[in-house]
C-alpha cells in the first residue's frame, strides 16, 4: 500500500473522556456513526492505516468501552487512565503497549472518528522521510479554544494551548487537531520530560513539540481539511459527524456505481454493500448487516436489515425487509410487505401486503395479495414452504408449520392449516350462496327507515 508499510506501528487511542455534554449514561465513545461506535470507527481507520498494534486508553465507564472494543477485534490492548490529568498523562497511561519494535506511534481520539485513512498515512509518510513528530493542523474560521501551531517555514516551532496564548498567538488560525505520530524510539523519554507548569495544570501532549525540538528533533505540521478533525462533545456535533459519514459513504458508492438520485435522503450503515449498477431510490433505510447485488432496485421508502437482495431484484416502494430475509434473483418484493428470516426463490413475487416469515418459497411462486404466514403461536416460530410456482392466492393465512408443495395454488381467503401436494388447489372457506333480489329489497326497507326518522 506505502512505503510505511514496512514500519511497524502503534496506535494509541484516547477514550477515557467523560463526555458530559452528551447527557447520555452510555460513555462518548461508544455513541454510534452510521451503527458503529465512534471508538470503533477510530480502530478500524488506524488498521486500515497500516497499524498492527492498538492500545485505547479507558477511563470513564471503563469495562463498558473494554467490552465493546474488545468485541471489535482481537488485538487492541486497552490502558487504565485512573485520573485525568491532561492528554500528555494519558499517551502515558499506554506506555506499556510501546515496544522496542515499533517504528511509529500515532495518537488518535476516540471522539475524532472521521480521520481518513489516506491522512494517517501520510503522516505515517512523514516519519519515515525523516520527521520525528508530525502533528495534523487545521484551519478555521474560529480558532478560539484550540491550541495554536506556531510554525515557521516547514517547521513547527511550539503549540500554544489558547489560555496560554498570547493576543499575537491567539491571532493565528492554524490549529491543532489533537493528532500526532511520533518516531517511537523518542516518544516515552519526550513524553516523560512533560510538566503540568501551564495555565491547567495539566500534563500537556502539545508540549512533546519544545521540548522534541530542545533535543534536536524534526518537529513538522501538516495540514488537514478541518472536517476530519472535528470532535464529537455533544448530540449536535454527533449528528453533524454522523451527517458527514454519510454523505462520503454515499459518494463512495455511487463512484462504485450505484444510482442514487436523492442521496441525501438514503441512510447507510456502515457496513452496508451494494454492487454496482444498483439503484437506490429516495428515502432508503439501510440498518446493519445488508447486502445488495448488482442490477437491483431499492425502491422509495424502504427499510432494509440485515438482508440480502439478489441480482436484478426490486424491493418497495414501501417494503421492510428483517433479518435473514434473502431475496432472490430477479424476484419482486412489493408495497407494504415484509419479510423476515424466509428465502424467496428466484423470479418468485410477493407484490402486496403481506408478511413472510420463517418461510422458503420456491422459484416463481406467486404470493397474492395480504397473504400472511402465521408463524408464531404465542410461544414458537413455525415454518412454512412453498414450492416452486405454487400460487398463494389472495388473502391466504399459512398456519406454519405447513407445506405447499410445488406448482399447488390455494384459493383466495383460505386458512391452509394442513399440506398442500404439489399440484393441488386447496380451498377452505364457505361456499357462496346469492339470493335473488335480495339486494334491492334491503335498500327498499333502509331508505324506508331513514325517511321515518327524519319526519
Ligand atoms: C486538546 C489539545 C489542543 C487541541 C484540541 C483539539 C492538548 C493539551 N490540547 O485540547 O491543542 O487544539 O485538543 O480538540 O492536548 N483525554 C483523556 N485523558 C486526559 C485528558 C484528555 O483521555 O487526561 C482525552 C479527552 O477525553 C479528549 C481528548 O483527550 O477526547 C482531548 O482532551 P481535551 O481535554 O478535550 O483537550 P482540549 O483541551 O480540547
Ligand atoms: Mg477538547
Do not use: W
Request: proline fraction near 4%.
Amino acid at each position: 500500500m506505502v512505503s510505511s508499510d514496512t514500519r511497524s506501528c502503534l496506535t494509541i487511542i484516547l477514550a477515557a473522556g467523560e463526555g458530559k455534554r452528551m447527557a447520555s449514561d452510555l460513555p462518548k465513545v461508544l455513541h454510534p456513526v452510521a451503527g458503529l461506535p465512534m471508538v470503533c470507527h477510530v480502530i478500524n481507520t488506524a488498521r486500515d492505516a497500516g497499524s498492527n498494534d492498538l492500545a485505547v486508553v479507558v477511563g470513564n465507564k471503563a469495562e463498558l468501552v473494554e467490552q465493546v472494543v474488545g468485541e471489535n477485534g482481537a488485538q487492541v490492548s486497552t490502558h487504565l487512565q485512573t485520573e485525568r490529568l491532561g492528554t500528555g498523562h494519558a499517551v502515558l497511561a499506554a506506555r506499556d503497549a510501546v515496544a522496542p519494535s515499533h517504528d511509529d506511534v500515532i495518537v488518535l481520539y476516540g471522539d475524532v472518528p472521521l480521520v481518513k485513512v489516506e491522512t494517517l498515512v501520510s503522516a505515517r509518510a512523514a516519519l519515515a522521510e525523516g520527521a520525528d513528530v508530525v502533528v495534523l493542523g487545521f484551519r478555521t474560521a474560529d480558532p478560539t479554544g484550540y491550541g495554536r501551531l506556531l510554525v515557521e517555514g516547514d517547521e513547527l516551532m511550539a503549540i500554544r494551548e489558547h489560555k496560554d496564548a498570547s493576543e499575537e498567538e491567539r491571532k493565528v488560525d492554524f490549529c491543532n487537531s489533537g493528532i500526532m505520530a511520533f518516531r517511537a524510539e523518542h516518544m516515552l523519554p519526550v513524553l516523560d520530560a512533560i510538566t503540568n507548569e501551564n495555565a491547567q495544570g495539566e500534563y500537556y501532549l502539545t508540549d512533546a513539540v519544545e521540548i522534541g525540538r530542545a533535543r534536536g528533533l524534526k518537529v513538522v505540521a501538516a495540514e488537514v481539511p478541518e472536517e476530519e478533525t472535528l470532535g464529537v462533545n455533544d448530540r449536535v456535533q454527533l449528528a453533524e459527524v454522523e451527517g458527514i459519514y454519510q454523505r462520503r459513504r454515499r459518494n463512495q458508492l455511487m463512484r462504485e456505481g450505484v444510482a442514487m438520485s436523492a442521496p441525501e435522503s438514503v441512510y447507510l450503515h456502515h457496513d452496508t454493500r451494494i454492487a454496482r449498477d444498483v439503484t437506490v431510490e429516495p428515502n432508503v433505510v439501510f440498518g446493519p448487516g445488508v447486502q445488495v447485488e448488482q442490477g437491483a432496485t431499492i425502491r422509495a421508502f424502504s427499510h432494509l436489515e440485515g438482508a440480502t437482495v439478489g441480482q436484478n431484484a426490486v424491493v418497495g416502494p414501501y417494503a421492510r425487509l428483517r433479518p435473514g430475509a434473502d431475496i432472490g434473483v430477479g424476484s419482486k418484493i412489493g408495497n407494504f410487505v415484509e419479510v423476515k428470516n424466509a428465502e424467496i426463490g428466484d423470479g418468485a413475487k410477493v407484490n402486496h401486503l403481506s408478511y413472510v416469515g420463517d418461510a422458503t418459497v420456491g422459484e416463481k411462486a406467486n404470493i397474492g395479495a395480504g397473504s400472511i404466514t402465521c408463524n408464531y403461536d404465542g410461544f414458537n416460530k413455525h415454518r412454512t414452504t412453498i414450492g416452486k410456482e405454487a400460487f398463494i392466492g389472495t388473502n391466504t393465512s399459512l398456519v406454519a408449520p405447513v407445506t405447499v408443495g410445488d406448482h399447488a395454488n390455494t384459493a383466495a381467503g383460505s386458512v391452509i392449516y394442513q399440506d398442500v401436494p404439489s399440484d393441488d388447489l386447496a380451498i377452505e372457506r364457505s361456499k357462496q350462496a346469492n339470493l335473488p333480489g335480495k339486494a334491492k329489497q334491503l335498500r327498499a326497507r333502509y331508505l324506508a327507515e331513514k325517511a321515518k326518522k327524519k319526519g
